[in-house]
């Protein structure tokens, strides 16, 4: 059982930046597939980023693609979400997920962390 705790959210002016991290409890943190979703006030939750085990490979909705950067230490067992050029409509509750490379569900999720972006 993978526990994923978020860190990093906080209030910050349209145009900044934010770094999120998430730390997994798991060893076998370099097996999972790795992702970041959210949820805007009233809105469903929505897919960010992903990243594979060994971290060649990224996904971004387009929204963000150009914006957001996805990484991951898989010795420090920490995936993070840069994000540059913040908008208002980026305000949400960010979640970090894990799902082991033979799943396509992602079963692990972390509590949330608060990002808001004033206008």
């Known amino acids: 059982q993978v526990q994923l705790v978020e860190s990093g959210g906080e209030l910050v002016q349209a145009g900044g930046s934010l770094r999120l991290s998430c730390t997994a409890s798991d060893s076998t943190f370099s097996r999972y597939v790795m992702a970041w979703f959210r949820q805007g006030p009233g809105k469903e939750l929505e897919f960010v980023a992903a990243?594979?085990?060994?971290?060649?490979?990224?996904f971004y909705v387009d929204s963000v693609r150009g914006r957001f950067t996805i990484s991951r230490d898989n010795v420090k067992n920490t995936v993070y979400l840069q994000m540059n050029s913040l908008k208002p409509e980026d305000t949400a509750v960010y979640y970090c997920?894990?799902?082991?490379?033979?799943?396509?569900?992602?079963?692990?999720w972390g509590q949330g962390t608060q990002v808001t972006v004033s206008s």
């Open positions: 997920a894990a799902r082991q490379v033979t799943e396509v569900k992602f079963d692990f």
């Open positions: 990243i594979t085990w060994s971290g060649s490979s990224t």
